[in-house]
């Protein structure tokens, strides 16, 4: 009787053993505030002094492979790449202006255009996917483009009249084959950004109406096809992007979506931050504060870290790096910010 009742005690201490051993095993990695050591550095994109460009968007694959794409006075300036070393124009075979952009690879990067376009870049150039219509309108304007794989990627923005007599908003779904739009309601708003969340695949809009009789922002997600709208306010609404995962920001308020509503996670009022974040994490992200700082937000803190006289746009993230698109407020020349830690 004691053998069996030792064994039965060894046994159930060998299984907590192993039990803790395995909680232990599991446990998420204790995050680490974000580093702040960056070097800045900017570059210039320059089409020669009786030219300009007009960027608007930038995503790349790494560090040594960038795109900015925007318009230009020019067929030959819209479409610019970095190799690491260099900005250099990319000339494409008609003269389009650049709009939403996204990739997956080196090799499989895809562009809306203000020209009812799309064009696709298969690594050694770029060539048009297709010239698409909604309805009766004359043309579309493909904003902003986001999707977590490559079969399945969403593009948003609107579609009008030459004549500015009608407009409304439009949403576009590529398939892996095909690009199609999703029929929803038409209104006249437009979509300025779309991005899909890789942790639970929520796509979220957002979309900026003129004629509205409550507000000025509206943030959607699209659910089965058909639109459904999460909240509007006349405060700012833009994203987080911390590591693919998206995180709505209503004013100062970055919150996570669930369970059919907003729920505030990181409270930024009484600093300075303005909008938009691009991060690695919940404790590393940069920021885009007034005055034409750019911040840092390390889990404790908000501070400015650089000052950058500048418009800012888009930004890519990669392990060191960061690299984000400017517009110079004294020349009007597009910049592209990069910060490296060191």
Request: proline content about 3%; hydrophobic content about 35%.
């Amino acid at each position: 009787m004691y053998k069996k009742i030792s064994l039965m005690i060894l046994a159930a201490a060998i299984t907590m053993v192993i039990f803790n051993s395995c909680e232990k095993g599991t446990e998420p990695e204790e995050l680490q505030p974000g580093r702040r050591d960056y070097t800045w550095t900017i570059d210039t994109i320059n089409p020669g002094p009786t030219y300009r460009t007009y960027g608007f968007n930038l995503w790349g694959a790494a560090p040594n492979d960038l795109w900015m794409v925007g318009g230009a006075d020019t067929r030959s300036h819209p479409i610019w790449h970095y190799d690491g070393k260099e900005w250099s124009n990319v000339i494409l075979d008609e003269f389009i202006t650049g709009a939403g952009i996204v990739g997956f690879a080196s090799d499989d990067v895809w562009m809306g255009t203000t020209n009812s376009s799309i064009w696709h870049y298969d690594g050694d150039s770029w060539s048009k996917f297709g010239e698409y219509k909604y309805k009766d309108y004359d043309r579309i304007t493909i904003q902003s483009m986001h999707g977590i794989n490559r079969n399945e990627i969403y593009g948003v923005g609107f579609a009008d009249k030459f004549d500015g007599s009608r407009m409304t908003r439009i949403l576009m779904k590529y398939n892996g084959t095909e690009w199609n739009f999703i029929d929803i309601p038409e209104l006249e708003e437009y979509f300025s950004r779309v991005k899909v969340n890789k942790v639970n695949n929520d796509i979220y809009i957002i979309s900026n109406r003129r004629n509205s009789p409550d507000h000025y922002y509206h943030l959607y997600i699209v659910e089965n096809d058909s639109l459904v709208k999460i909240t509007s306010s006349d405060d700012y609404i833009s994203f987080a992007d911390i590591d693919g995962e998206i995180f709505p920001i209503v004013g100062k308020t970055i919150n996570k979506y669930e369970k059919n509503k907003l729920i505030p996670i990181i409270d930024l009022e009484g600093t300075d931050f303005k909008s938009r974040a691009w991060g690695r994490s919940k404790i590393d992200f940069i920021t885009v504060n007034v005055g034409s700082e750019l911040g840092h937000y390390n889990g404790s803190n908000l501070i400015n870290i650089v000052n950058v006289q500048a418009a800012i746009g888009e930004a890519v993230v990669f392990e060191k790096d960061i690299f984000i698109h400017g517009k110079e407020y004294n020349n009007f020349l597009d910049i592209i910010i990069h910060g490296k830690l060191k």
